[in-house]
């Protein structure tokens, strides 16, 4: 005899497991849309500021050309009309070529000059609305594909009853 052994019974599966489970699938399935709502947040907040804000010239005083999107950024440091250093910083697209010591545009907010845009550069809220329409195709593509093969197999199974039946 091949198979499980099934003289003895299964232990029950603990009411926690299950419940953290779900809570952990729901989590994930969740959290693209979140970072999709709060990228365009962010992207919404910049461009009230660049609007309303304050405008003011600095320099690229630092730009790493590296390979990887996430870490191609500038820091751009500026002044306010009161006389105090401020910093700003900004991610650069791959088509684009800064040189450290250039004179940028820039767009601080009145009240808080440690809110800054750089006019011309992603804002974060880009990567995080990208990186949230990502994950939800990912995760939306398997819950989706998870919830045909249950329905197929709930098909079989049916099919397979009712075709028993008639036999009998």
């Given amino acids: 005899m ?8 299964r232990k029950p599966a603990q009411p926690w497991k299950k419940k953290l489970n779900l809570a952990v699938t729901v989590l994930v399935l969740c959290l693209g849309p979140i970072m999709i ?4 947040f962010m ?3 910049d461009e009230e500021l660049a609007r309303t804000g304050a405008r003011t010239t600095g320099t690229i005083v630092h730009f790493d050309d590296v390979t990887k999107a996430s870490q191609r950024r500038i820091q751009v440091d ?3 009309p ?3 250093p401020h910093r700003a910083f ?3 697209d791959h088509d684009q070529h800064p040189v450290v010591g250039t004179d940028v545009p820039v767009i601080y907010g009145g009240n808080d000059p440690g809110r800054a845009i750089v006019p011309g550069y992603e804002s974060d809220g880009e990567w ?3 990186a949230g329409v990502v994950l939800t195709v990912i995760f939306g593509a398997i819950g989706v594909l998870a919830v045909v093969l249950m329905g197929v197999g709930a098909l079989r199974g049916f099919f397979r009853r009712r075709g028993t ?4």
Avoid at 2 to 9: E, I
Avoid at 165 to 168: D, I
Wanted: glycine fraction near 16%; charged fraction near 25%.
């Fill in 2 to 9: 091949t198979g499980r052994r099934t003289d003895k019974d």
């Fill in 37 to 40: 709502g709060v990228g365009s």
């Fill in 43 to 45: 992207i919404n907040a």
């Fill in 78 to 80: 500026f002044t306010t």
């Fill in 82 to 84: 009161d006389g105090s």
């Fill in 90 to 92: 900004a991610a650069v």
């Fill in 128 to 130: 995080f609305r990208g």
């Fill in 165 to 168: 039946q008639r036999v009998v």
